[in-house]
């Protein structure tokens, strides 16, 4: 019988026999013992995997093909041979001319409707023989409650692989999950502990083994309390005194296991509270990530700024932008980070001019639990924390009190911070890119900068441009911003007039590009048809604004006529247009050198 062909379920049992050799051959030897008798059991495919006297040495081996046993399988039922060489059941015995055997009787073994194999008793004595006739009905019950019992191993050994594997397989989840995982039953006895949980409690030098007690490892964890209440914990932080004296944060959910009234084991998963808040930020930022190719501007200035910031992009030195408000000091940092290597690590931006004072320090360093009045329980890491390997962008800079400076020194100087109420240290490795639209020399001169912090955080300085020294730009974000804020409002504004352009073009921008974007948002969201004109753009650009060719509001006579000359520059590129021929056209009408038209513009 070729077993390859069986069902699934028919291999199994095959396989279940077989696996069970050890065991079936003591119930081969107990009921030779019990009956004076020999027996023998053959699995579906009838080999022999048990026996006694003449059958213990044939155990691996094929039973002749075309005997009883092959009948009694096939037929499902008990049979009984009474003279084995001369009954018409062993007629196509092929080892009926050397069978010794003087009386046989088998029957099926029966797995869940299937057939696993044959149990079988037999004579090979006259007395022995005459054993069985004198009680025949008693042995072929006891025949075939053996075979059930047998059936009942093969089911309990199946159930046991079944749940073996079941664990395997719920051993593996465990130790694939990113957390640390730890259950333990009634008593708080460790049943299970992960490799995550072993790595995060620093256990590595001597990892408890199953039987410990929880409280001997992790005295104040979350889960001891929540079994002690019968109740559950999600998201909560707690900390962790390692081997090592250091304390260790975590993010814990804990639940105590209840069947019925009774605790029978509970479980609690946990994380590094500074990994969770690392990954938190990186997943936020893969869907805000921003490019230096996201940054419009192809103007010799823009083009400047970029080659150097990409350059400086690629080493960990400290970055300084400088620029006006408006030019766009935050997307330079943000792309900056994208393009170093820290950019699969947390960007993180924090506004020194935004955050009150009294509450900057925590917001920078983080603070410990209960550290003042109103402080969450938990404590709270702070921007450093955060953005640790990855980058802290400081904007403004420039309005940070000298009280925080020299605290902020000390984090960029030694690369560690203390968080307010703390008393240890901790190591910090960020990237710091600062900005400021102040003149810090200035500042430093009236003593309200620290020039120790100035010269740390301006070891790379980048000058982005204003909007008026690169007004070959505006056409292009002009198109930029008439093209995203009409698919934002529904707007079929597709374009701007030439004189609307014009407008735009000969205006000083003090508010730079978000000046522009915001002008530009306003217009797309009153055009009356498909492109805006430049009346339209009247009520957010005055016409004094850009028509008056001297500024009353410049005193001297040498700024106004600076002011003169810009303001004709200006006109003389809007009408010819912004393209390096263009402006060689303005040049020529305003009868100067290109040169100069280029030095005129980059005044301030």
Known sequence: MNTSSL????????????????????????????MGVDVTIADYALLRVAGTGPFAAACGE?????????????????????????????????????????????????????????????????????????????????????????????????????????????EAVVNHIHQGVVCVDASCRIRQMNARAVELLKLQASVPRAGDSLEKTWPDCLLLK?????????NTGETYLAPSGKLVRFLSSASAL???????????????????????FRAIERGTSFTFDDIIG?????????????????????????????????????????ASPRCDFPFVSVNCAAVPESLLESELFGYEPGAFTGA????????????????????????????????????????????????????????????????????????????????RLNVVPVALPPLRQRPEDVPVLVRHFVAYYSRK??????????????????????????????????????????????????????????????CPAHGDLKSAVREFQRRMVKEAIARRGSSPAAKELAAEELGISRATLYRILSQN
């Open 376 to 455: 969450s329980k938990n404590g709270k890491p702070g921007k450093f924390e955060l953005a640790n390997h990855g980058t802290l962008f400081l904007d403004e800079i420039g309005d940070m009190s000298l009280f925080l400076q020299s605290k902020l020194l000390r984090a960029v100087q030694n690369k560690e911070i203390t968080r307010v109420g703390g008393l240890y240290p901790k190591r910090i490795d960020a990237r710091i890119i600062s900005a400021t639209n102040q003149d810090l020399g200035e500042r430093m001169r009236t003593q309200r900068f620290r020039s120790d912090l100035y010269y």
């Open 226 to 234: 929540c079994m002690k209440q019968k109740r559950s914990c999600a």
């Open 7 to 34: 069902p699934n379920a028919a291999q199994e049992t095959v396989q279940g026999l077989i696996s069970l050799a050890d065991s079936m051959q003591q119930i081969a030897d107990a009921v030779a013992a019990a």
């Open 258 to 280: 209840v069947h019925g009234d009774e605790i029978i084991g509970g479980v609690v998963t946990f994380s590094d509270l500074e990994s969770t808040h690392s990954d938190a």
């Open 62 to 170: 094929r039973v002749p093909g075309g005997c009883a046993f092959e009948r009694a399988l096939y037929c499902a039922e008990t049979l009984i041979v009474e003279d084995p060489r001369e009954a018409s059941l062993c007629a196509g015995c092929q080892g009926r001319d050397g069978c010794a055997e003087t009386f046989g009787m088998c029957t099926p073994i029966t797995v869940n409707g299937g057939r696993a194999g044959i149990l079988a008793i037999v004579a090979f004595t006259s007395e022995q023989r005459n054993r069985i006739r004198g009680s025949l009905s008693s042995y072929v019950r006891f025949l075939e409650k053996m075979a059930e019992l047998i059936a009942t191993k093969m089911t309990e050994h199946r159930l046991m692989m079944a749940l073996e594997k079941r664990s395997c397989e719920l």
């Open 489 to 550: 409002f529904g707007r079929a504004v597709t374009g701007i007039a030439r004189d609307a352009l014009d407008l735009l073009m000969a205006y000083d921008w003090l508010g730079n590009v978000r000046e522009l974007e915001n002008v530009v948002e306003y217009a797309v969201s009153f055009a009356t048809g498909n492109h805006i004109t430049a009346e339209e753009l009247r009520a957010r650009i005055p016409a004094s604004d850009c028509s008056n060719p001297i």
């Open 298 to 338: 192809t103007s010799d200035a823009m083009a400047k700024a970029k080659r150097q910031a990409l350059t400086a992009a690629q080493f960990d030195s400290n970055i300084l932008l400088t620029g006006e408000t408006g030019t766009g000091k935050e997307l330079f940092a943000r792309a900056i980070h994208s």
